[in-house]
């Protein structure tokens, strides 16, 4: 696979587009070299407008390209795989997979065990160049994992993890961005209770979880570590954080994560 080579983006939903947006932006390619594909393709005329090429036929796609996205609902997959397979060459192709709670072993059962598979878990942020995305292989090559890598990193942080650790990958950073947005939400509604506007809580909530995480990124720290900074004796913060473990914060948070790896590994159901 060569980065100067086609681009299909089969399934453009918001993952595959906020990726296309991101190779582009980031120079990684230029429009013309990604396809896009979608069944409803007059939901595109932007895109082609833009300059991107655009098709409803995803066999024609992976003709015409030698790195494949495969990016539609788990429910789509076995139809999409169905719809390429013929068109599929191990020689020239490689696959990368963003579909939850489908393995590598699952792409190559229906379209060869020879082909490279990659699979990749981003989360919306993708949309902003904030992902944190994972990424596994059992068959890529060193050199197509790192060009993949590459990719991704044009929108956000990538990771390379072992395969069967994809599911809790998924709970943890694709499901986790709607935790951590519902600990900002909830947050913002304490702050109306004690006597803010909505949109002055909302903004002070949400710029006081991005200090937070960037007080982690930035500084290589950990959360105990910054807690401790801002917890003293009988003071308000160690008063609410213990109220808040009292209610089961932590552990309803844990929990959450828990049950949502679960539900990711049964997302996909084979024929």
């Known amino acids: 696979m060569a980065k100067s080579q086609k681009i299909a983006i089969l399934g453009s939903g918001n993952i595959g ?3 296309a947006r991101g190779l582009v932006k980031a120079e990684y390619c230029k429009p013309g070299d990604i396809i896009l594909t979608r069944r409803g393709i007059e939901h595109l005329s932007e895109q082609a407008a833009q300059g991107f090429s655009t098709s409803d036929q995803n066999s024609d796609a992976v ?14 997959l076995d139809t999409l795989l169905g719809q390429i397979n013929g068109a599929i060459d191990s020689k020239r192709h490689v696959v990368v997979s963003v579909i939850s709670g489908v393995s590598c072993g699952d792409i190559k059962a229906k379209l060869g065990n020879d082909l490279q598979v990659i699979r990749v878990m981003p989360n919306t942020a993708i949309a902003i160049g904030q992902s944190m995305t994972c990424l596994a292989s059992d068959n890529a090559s060193a050199e197509n994992i790192a060009e993949v890598t590459k990719m991704f990193e044009t929108v956000g942080a990538v990771i390379k993890i072992n395969e069967d650790l994809m599911t809790s990958a998924t709970a943890l950073c694709a499901c986790g961005v709607a935790f951590f947005l519902r600990a900002i939400r909830a947050a ?21 979880a991005k200090g937070a995480a960037d007080l982690l990124l930035l500084q290589k720290s950990h959360p105990e570590h910054e807690i401790d900074k801002v917890t003293s004796p ?6 609410g954080l213990n109220e808040m473990e009292h209610q089961g914060f932590s552990s309803s948070l844990i929990k959450g994560i828990k049950l949502s790896a679960l539900k990711a590994g049964e997302l996909y159901k084979k024929d």
């Open 234 to 239: 009988k003071g308000c913060t160690i008063a």
């Open 17 to 19: 587009m906020s990726l």
């Open 63 to 76: 003709s015409n390209s030698s790195l494949i996205i495969l990016s539609v609902l788990p429910q789509q």
């Open 188 to 208: 913002s509604q304490g702050g109306i209770e004690i006597g803010f506007h909505a949109d002055e809580a909302l903004k002070m909530a949400v710029q006081t």
